[in-house]
C-alpha cells in the first residue's frame, strides 16, 4: 500500500523515482561528468569485433572466421583503412565518424592464463594476479571523486542489473538496481557461482548436481531471454538514471553469453546477432543520454580474446588480448589506438593469440585522470598499486 509519505517522497524525487521505484536517489549537485563500465563476460572475440583486415596475414590467419573487407555486401565497416568495425556495428560506425568512439586493440589486462574465473577477477580487482583483494578498483577510486561520491546520503556509483559486479565491491557505498523481471541467470554467472562454491561441502555438489541435470533439460535455469537480449534495457535504464539531474554519475553494466567455442559465424550467426544487440545497447544509451552525453564516457571492456584461428567446432578458444572501446560525447574519438603487434604466427602468444600491447589498466587511468580527474598520485598508490608500468593513457578525452 502505498501511504502518504510514499507519495510525497515520490513527488519529491521527480521523475526518476517514479521510473524506477525503489531507488535510492543520489544528492543533486553532482559534477556533470558520467561513467559506464560495460563488462562483456565470457571473453568477447576482439578480432571479429575490430577486424585489422589490412593485416598481411589476416585473411590465412583468421580462416574461415575471416570477414569480407569494406566494399562488399554485407562487408566490413572501414575505420581507417586497416582496422574496420563487424558488420553488424552500425551505430557505433556511426559514432566512430563522428569523432566519439576509440577502438583500442591488442589490450589485455595483467593476467596470463585462460580461466573465466580468474581473468575476471582480475579484470575488476585491476591487480596483477587475482584473488588479492575483495575490493574493486571502481570502488577503490570513488573516494578520489570528492566527498560525496561515498557519502551516506546517496549512492553515486550504481550497479544495473542482476548484482553488485566485484569491479564495484568495497567499503564505499555502491547502489544497485534490476528490473522487476530479469532473464534466469546465464551459464556464465551460473558457473561463477559453482566456482565460487566450488569448496563448499554443502553447496558445491547440490549446485554442480543441479546445473548437471539443467544442461541434460535443455538449460531451463537459464530461461527468459536470450544472454545479451536484455542488454539494451539495462542500457535504458542506466541512461534514464544517469542523465537525472538528482541521480548516480557511474553506473556499471554486464553482458554475458560472449563465450563463443562453436559455431561463432561470421557476418551472420550467434556472435553477430550479439553485436547486434550490444550495438543497440549502446545506441539506446547515447540517445538516452540527452543533453548530459557530451560529458559521458562508457568503457566497453572484456576479460579476454580469442584464439586467431577458428578451432574445430568453428568457434574460437579462450586467448589473451583482446580489443576495448571507449565511447561518449566525451571522447576525442574517430581513432583506433594501440601498438598493432601483428597475426603471422612468428608474431602471435604462444603460437595462436594475439600478442598484448596495452594493459587495461591504462585505460582506465587514462579515463579516470583525464575525466573524473583522479590524481596521478592516487591512481598509483591507492587505486591500482603497484602498477606504473601501465602508464594513463593519454589523449581519450577531449580537452
Known amino acids: 500500500m502505498t501511504t502518504r509519505r510514499d507519495f510525497l517522497r515520490a513527488t519529491a524525487a521527480g521523475s526518476l523515482a517514479g521510473a524506477f521505484p525503489g531507488l535510492t536517489l543520489a544528492a543533486p549537485g553532482r559534477a556533470r561528468q558520467r561513467l ?32 569480407a573487407p569494406p566494399g562488399n555486401r554485407e562487408g566490413l565497416r572501414d575505420l581507417d583503412g586497416f582496422f574496420a568495425l563487424h558488420p553488424m ?25 585462460r580461466s573465466h574465473f580468474d581473468a575476471q577477477n582480475v579484470l575488476e580487482l585491476g591487480l596483477d594476479t587475482p584473488h588479492g583483494s575483495r575490493q574493486g578498483w571502481l570502488n577503490r577510486a570513488l ?16 550497479a544495473i542489473g542482476q548484482s553488485v559486479p566485484l569491479v564495484l565491491r568495497g567499503p564505499e557505498n555502491v547502489g544497485s538496481w534490476a528490473p ?33 541435470a539443467d544442461r541434460m533439460a535443455g538449460g531451463s535455469l537459464g530461461g527468459g531471454l536470450r544472454p545479451g537480449e536484455q ?3 539495462l542500457a535504458e535504464a542506466a541512461a534514464r538514471m ?76 579462450h586467448g589473451t588480448a583482446g580489443m576495448a572501446l571507449v565511447l561518449g560525447g566525451a571522447v576525442d574519438g574517430g581513432r583506433v589506438l594501440g601498438d ?23 585505460l582506465y587511468k587514462g579515463i579516470l585522470r583525464d575525466h573524473l580527474g583522479v590524481s596521478e598520485a592516487d591512481l598509483e598508490s591507492r ?8 602508464a594513463a593513457m593519454d589523449g581519450l578525452i577531449k580537452s
Open 36 to 67: 559506464v563500465l560495460v563488462i562483456l563476460r565470457g571473453g568477447l572475440d576482439g578480432l571479429a569485433a575490430v577486424a585489422p583486415y589490412g593485416d598481411p596475414a589476416y585473411q590465412s590467419a583468421r580462416g574461415g572466421l575471416a570477414l
Open 89 to 113: 556495428l552500425a551505430a557505433l560506425h556511426k559514432y566512430y565518424q563522428g569523432g566519439e568512439l576509440i577502438a583500442v586493440h591488442a589490450v589485455a589486462s595483467a593476467y596470463r592464463k
Open 143 to 158: 573516494p578520489m571523486l570528492g566527498t560525496e561520491a561515498a557519502g551516506a546520503g546517496g549512492n553515486f556509483a550504481m
Open 180 to 212: 522487476a523481471r530479469l532473464p534466469g541467470p546465464d551459464h556464465d554467472l551460473m558457473n561463477r557461482l559453482v566456482a565460487l562454491y566450488d569448496e563448499d561441502a554443502f553447496l558445491g555438489p547440490r549446485l554442480e548436481a543441479a546445473l548437471s
Open 231 to 233: 542488454f539494451g534495457k
Open 242 to 317: 544517469l542523465s537525472d539531474a538528482a541521480g548516480p554519475r557511474i553506473a556499471v553494466i554486464e553482458a554475458g553469453g560472449w563465450d563463443s567455442h562453436a559455431n561463432q559465424g561470421r557476418e551472420a550467426g550467434a556472435l553477430a546477432q550479439r553485436l547486434r544487440r550490444l550495438d543497440e545497447g549502446l545506441d539506446k544509451l547515447a540517445t538516452g543520454m540527452g543533453s548530459a552525453w557530451r560529458h559521458t564516457v562508457v568503457l566497453v571492456v572484456t576479460e579476454f580474446g580469442r584464439t586467431v584461428a577458428m578451432n574445430g567446432t568453428r568457434g574460437t578458444d
Open 340 to 362: 598493432w603487434p601483428g597475426l603471422a604466427r612468428s608474431q602471435l602468444r604462444d603460437g595462436r593469440d594475439l600478442t598484448p600491447a596495452t594493459d587495461l589498466r591504462s
Open 383 to 390: 587505486v591500482f598499486p603497484a602498477s606504473r608500468a601501465a
